[in-house]
Nanobody
Framework: QVQLVESGGGLVQAGGSLRLSCELSGRTFSNYAVGWFRQAPGKEREFVAA????????IYADSVKGRFTIFRLNDKNAAYLQMNNLKPEDTSVYYCAADSSQGWNVARQLSNDYKSWGQGTQVTVSS
């Protein structure tokens, strides 16, 4: 059974940075594509970024392009979301998700494409 644990959330001022981590256990990490999603109070969950199993393909929501970077370290069984130049509108609970059915160089942005989810980590950006 796949388990995902996010960490690294917190409170930061606008313009600051945070790095979120997503650790996978229970299966071979390199077999899983990873996506990051977020959900603010009263809003639907939205796609943030995703990375393929190979690490060669990354995709981003337009709202975070140029500010966020997703990467993975297969030897650490972890994926990361480096968030720079944070804005108050980035305030959300951030979730990582993983799926083993995607192709080696495929990254997808639909939440329905991911079978396993973490519990989420809160990111709060103050103005």
């Amino acid at each position: 059974q796949v388990q995902l644990v996010e960490s690294g959330g917190g409170l930061v001022q606008a313009g600051g940075s945070l790095r979120l981590s997503c650790e996978l256990s229970g299966r071979t990490f390199s077999n899983y594509a990873v996506g990051w999603f977020r959900q603010a109070p009263g809003k639907e969950r939205e796609f943030v970024a995703a990375i393929s199993r190979s690490g060669a393909t990354t995709i981003y929501a337009d709202s975070v392009k140029g500010r966020f970077t997703i990467f993975r370290l297969n030897d650490k069984n972890a994926a990361y979301l480096q968030m720079n130049n944070l804005k108050p509108e980035d305030t959300s609970v951030y979730y990582c998700a993983a799926d083993s059915s995607q192709g080696w160089n495929v990254a997808r942005q639909l939440s329905n494409d991911y079978k396993s989810w973490g519990q989420g980590t809160q990111v709060t950006v103050s103005s």
